[in-house]
C-alpha cells in the first residue's frame, strides 16, 4: 500500500455516489462555496507533482472517481485504473476538539449574518477568517497537513489517483460545504443546532431600543413641529436621509461574541474584536442592498 503525506483535498468536479459532488466541471459549485474548490485545486497543483496531477485531473474529467464519502478526520474514494479492482483512496485530516467547535459556534452563532448564511447552507469565504482569529484552521495550508492512502503501487506525492480523488473530493466540499465540518469532527446536526441556539440566545451586549434608534446625522438638525396642528402640512419637506452603507453600526450591533471557554489559548483575545472582522461582509451587503434599490 502506497502512503504519502497529501495536500488538502483540490477537486473540479463531483462524483458518482459522492455526497454534494457532480459532473466534473468546476461551475457546479454554490458560488458561495466555490472559493473552497478553487483554494484546493490551487495547493494540489502547486505542491503536488506535476505529472501526476495533470493525469488525476484527466481521470477525473473521466469519471474515474466514484464513492467519495466524508467522515469525521478522514474522506475515501473509489478511483479506477489499469486493473479490474478500483483502488481505495483515502484523505486523513486532523479534526478539531469538542470546545474549539462550541467557541467556533458561538462566535458564527452570535454574527447575524454568518449565522443566517450557514443556516441557509452558504459557506461565505469570511468563515475562514473567523477560524482564523480563533486560532484554527478549515482547510490546509500545504501539502503535509494531510495524509493520503492509496492501495495502488505508486509512491508518488501524490499518485495519480489520489489526485483524481481530491480534485472530485474539492469540487464535493464547494458543493456541501457543510462537509467540511463533518470531515473536520463535527456532525451537520449538531453544529446547526448549535448555531440556531446561539443566534436565538438573548443578546446582552446593546439595549434593543437604544439599538434601534438611528443617531442623527452629523450637521442636520431635527426640524421643530408646527406649534398648530393645521400647518403642519404647511411644514418644510424633511432633510434626505443618509445613504446606506454605514457597516461601522451594522458591526457594532453585532458585537464581539460572547466570552469563550478553553479555546482561548488559540486566540480569545483576537476573538473579542471578532466583530471587527465583519466589516467587510457588512459593506458588501450594504453595497449590494443600496444597488438592489
Avoid at 263 to 286: F, N, S, T, V
Amino acid at each position: 500500500m502506497a502512503r504519502r503525506p497529501l495536500h488538502r483535498r483540490a477537486a473540479r468536479g463531483g462524483a458518482p455516489g459522492a455526497r454534494g459532488g457532480g459532473a466534473v466541471t468546476g461551475a457546479g459549485a454554490p458560488q458561495s462555496a466555490g472559493w473552497v474548490a478553487r483554494r484546493l485545486r490551487e495547493l494540489l497543483e502547486r505542491d503536488g507533482d506535476a505529472v501526476r496531477v495533470r493525469r488525476g485531473r484527466i481521470l477525473a474529467a473521466q469519471g474515474a472517481v466514484s464513492a467519495v464519502k466524508v467522515a469525521a478526520g478522514e474522506a475515501t474514494a473509489l478511483v479506477r485504473g489499469s486493473r479490474a479492482r478500483p483502488y481505495r483512496v483515502s484523505v486523513i485530516t486532523p479534526v478539531l476538539g469538542g470546545q474549539e467547535w462550541r467557541t467556533l459556534a458561538r462566535a458564527l452563532g452570535t454574527q447575524p449574518v454568518f449565522g443566517a448564511a450557514l443556516l441557509a447552507g452558504a459557506f461565505p469565504p469570511e468563515v475562514e477568517r473567523v477560524f482564523g482569529v480563533l486560532g484554527l484552521r478549515l482547510l490546509p495550508e500545504r501539502l503535509g497537513d494531510l495524509v493520503l492512502n492509496c492501495s495502488c503501487p505508486d509512491w508518488g506525492d501524490p499518485c495519480k489517483h489520489a489526485a483524481a480523488a481530491l480534485y472530485v473530493l474539492a469540487e464535493t466540499l464547494a458543493g456541501d460545504p457543510m462537509l467540511l465540518a463533518e470531515w473536520l469532527g463535527r456532525p451537520r446536526g449538531e453544529l446547526l443546532a448549535e448555531l440556531r441556539r446561539h443566534a436565538r440566545a438573548p443578546r446582552a451586549v446593546v439595549d434593543g431600543a437604544a439599538a434601534l434608534a438611528e443617531p442623527d446625522p452629523p450637521g442636520v438638525a431635527e426640524p421643530d413641529m408646527p406649534s398648530e396642528p393645521a400647518a403642519f402640512w404647511r411644514a418644510p419637506a424633511l432633510p434626505e436621509p443618509p445613504e446606506p452603507g454605514d457597516t461601522g453600526r451594522a458591526a457594532a450591533l453585532a458585537g464581539p461574541p460572547p466570552a469563550a471557554g478553553a479555546a482561548e489559548a488559540a486566540g480569545a483575545e483576537e476573538a473579542a474584536d471578532l466583530a471587527e472582522l465583519l466589516a467587510p461582509l457588512y459593506e458588501r451587503l450594504a453595497d449590494t442592498g443600496h444597488r438592489g434599490r
